[in-house]
């Protein structure tokens, strides 16, 4: 178990492989209360943090499984989720829906978190909403709410040191992710400049090391590749294309490794949302299904 510290009550815990999917960072807090922020850091590390620690309460950020999959361990505990999740936050069969669509898909979504996270239902006892305020005796953090790659994802803001908990805004290479039927471009661009404007001096997000230099740069890249994607698929289409032969070239991911018909239906929804744009702006043209570059 790493334990990292970012300030004197703030740590980060480190999942495995470097908080790289289906794992993720969690963050511990030490202040007047112990407090876990997401429990997807892997099940043998919370049961260590469990045994270690008095944690009072656990919050997430959002619903994905990578960040809430270990809720389970401090079962006994209250746990805060956002409130625009309340209707389906640790529960396994509304998630399924909400994140994968009905039927095979789902059921292919509920083995793999079930197997591969060691995710076991745990509903939330409190919610939060943006605004509020998690007051930890030294710090506090904001809650930020940013939505676009879930509908209830947030951030979390330490405004005396001006640190920023991105989670799954995270700053990687990759770029940001909107594989859900509820996730926005518009919204992601949205979120991106409110994180913009509370001017962080450091980035502590789930699946990457801690930013402190070169912060606002590190956004406008992170931000760009929605650009960049766009122009990859407008360099594809110079003849009609549907979108599973679009899919079929994998587009965004390079290849599909692993649960290719998650995998596929995650980056058609990405793609699809590209795709919409394009539209609108009168790049391509629609017809039948099929998508072609107006000349």
Same mark, same amino acid.
Do not use: Q, W
């Given at each position: 178990m790493t334990i990292e510290p970012i300030t004197d009550t703030i740590s980060l +815990? =480190?999942?495995? &492989?470097?908080? /790289?999917?289906?794992?993720?960072?969690? !963050?511990? +807090?030490? #202040?007047k209360e112990t407090v876990l922020i997401d429990t997807g850091c892997g099940i043998a590390t919370l049961q260590k943090l469990n045994d270690e620690f008095d944690i009072d309460y656990v919050i997430n950020s959002h619903c994905h499984p990578d960040h809430s999959a270990g809720n389970w361990v401090f079962a006994d505990r209250p746990? $805060?989720?956002?409130?625009?999740?309340?209707?389906?936050? #640790? /529960?396994l069969e509304a998630l399924s829906v909400r994140l994968a669509e009905p039927g095979e898909l789902a059921e292919q979504w509920k083995r793999f978190v079930r197997d591969a996270l060691g995710f076991n239902e745990m509903a939330p006892t409190h919610f939060y909403r943006d605004g509020d305020r998690f &007051?930890? #005796?030294p710090c506090g953090l904001l809650a930020v709410h940013t939505?676009?790659?879930?509908? &209830? =994802? $947030?951030?979390?803001?330490?405004?005396d040191q001006q640190i920023l908990f991105s989670f799954d805004l995270d700053m990687t290479p990759f770029g940001p992710w909107y594989g859900h039927r509820e996730s926005d471009l518009n919204q992601i661009r949205e979120s991106l400049? /409110? !994180?913009?404007?509370?001017?962080?001096?450091? !980035? +502590?997000?789930?699946?990457? &090391? +801690?930013?402190?230099?070169d912060i606002a740069e590190t956004i406008d890249r992170f931000e760009g590749v929605l650009d960049r994607r766009e122009k990859r698929l407008l360099s594809m289409l110079t003849r009609?294309?549907?979108l599973p032969e679009l899919v079929a070239q994998a587009p965004f991911y390079g290849k599909h490794p692993y649960l290719p018909d998650l995998l596929k239906y995650w980056e058609g929804q990405m793609v699809q949302k590209h795709l919409d744009e394009m539209v609108d702006k009168r790049l391509i043209t629609s017809e039948? #299904? /099929?998508?072609?570059r107006i000349a």
């Open positions: +815990v =480190h999942g495995k &492989d470097g908080g /790289r999917f289906p794992s993720s960072h969690s !963050i511990l +807090v030490r #202040g746990l $805060y989720a956002p409130i625009e999740s309340a209707e389906s936050h #640790g /529960r &007051d930890f #005796g939505p676009g790659h879930t509908a &209830d =994802h $947030y951030c979390l803001f330490e405004p400049n /409110r !994180i913009r404007s509370l001017n962080p001096k450091m !980035i +502590v997000s789930s699946h990457r &090391d +801690v930013l402190t230099s009609p294309y549907t039948d #299904g /099929r998508y072609c």
